[in-house]
């Protein structure tokens, strides 16, 4: 069965540059979730998107910013990076937002290097 | 408050025996569910089990389940006939209806199976 795809597995940066992080759903998944989880961390609530929209958000700084697109995938952008940005970070997919009793399903992370 | 507590950091435990996790809660929404992931050292995030507020029924996958005291807000995850394959960072999730569908994260257990 498909599962939720991120790209890019590993992605090293230097301070001060951007990155770009991207999440594929679960085919018919209208809901998409963004976690970041720092070493030893549990993971920490980012941003979400139903159908397109944004639903909530957490924790994101102003330098991060992220959309979904036409096709459900989503990406998350990141500016003038910090070597605390280094975390990894999880793209997360639900069918149905707003209905509690679904599960949802985790990407593999990418772990982004800032140095 | 936390919304989710998990007590036990770590956690080490002979081959083939039974284990459990503990897991607390803490929500006022009458409508939420609670999940399990592991997360072994590759960093991905799997999806385990899941159990709804107005489940009867504990839930059971496998090897996995969930033993669910509703008056005292735990969701313990019980592994059964563990195995070395079962090493990993076990965390507690819970995603309630009221709060925009994100879902909140413990701080996980690591669990070390012995040979």
């Known amino acids: 069965a498909a599962g939720v795809i991120q790209s890019p597995r590993h992605l090293i940066k230097e301070k001060r540059e951007t990155a770009t992080l991207k999440c594929y759903p679960i085919?018919?998944?209208?809901?998409v979730y963004w976690y970041q989880q720092g070493p030893g961390q549990d993971p920490q609530f980012l941003i979400s998107?139903?159908?397109?929209?944004?639903?909530d958000k957490g924790s994101i700084p102003d330098r991060f910013s992220a959309q979904q697109f036409s096709d459900y995938h989503s990406e998350l952008n990141m500016s003038s990076l910090e070597l605390g940005d280094s975390a990894l970070y999880f793209c997360a997919s639900s069918p149905r937002q707003g209905e509690v009793n679904t599960e949802a399903f985790f990407g593999q992370g990418t772990r982004l290097t800032v140095v | 408050a936390q919304k989710i507590t998990q007590t036990q950091p770590g956690m080490f435990v002979q081959e083939k025996e039974a284990v459990t996790l503990d897991c607390t809660y803490d929500?006022?929404?009458?409508?939420?569910?609670l999940f399990w992931y592991k997360q072994p050292s590759s960093g991905e995030m799997i999806f385990l089990i899941y159990q709804g507020s107005y489940d009867q029924q504990n839930a059971t996958e496998g090897r996995y389940s969930l033993n669910f005291q509703k008056a005292r807000k735990s969701a313990n995850l019980v592994i059964s006939a563990s195995q070395l394959g079962d090493s990993a960072l076990y965390v507690c999730?819970?995603?309630?209806?009221?709060?925009?569908?994100?879902?909140?994260f413990g701080k996980g257990t690591r669990l070390h199976i012995l040979p």
């Open positions: 085919p018919r998944h209208d809901t």
């Open positions: 998107f139903y159908e397109k929209m944004q639903s």
């Open positions: 929500t006022s929404d009458p409508s939420y569910g």
């Open positions: 999730a819970m995603r309630e209806a009221n709060r925009d569908d994100k879902i909140i």
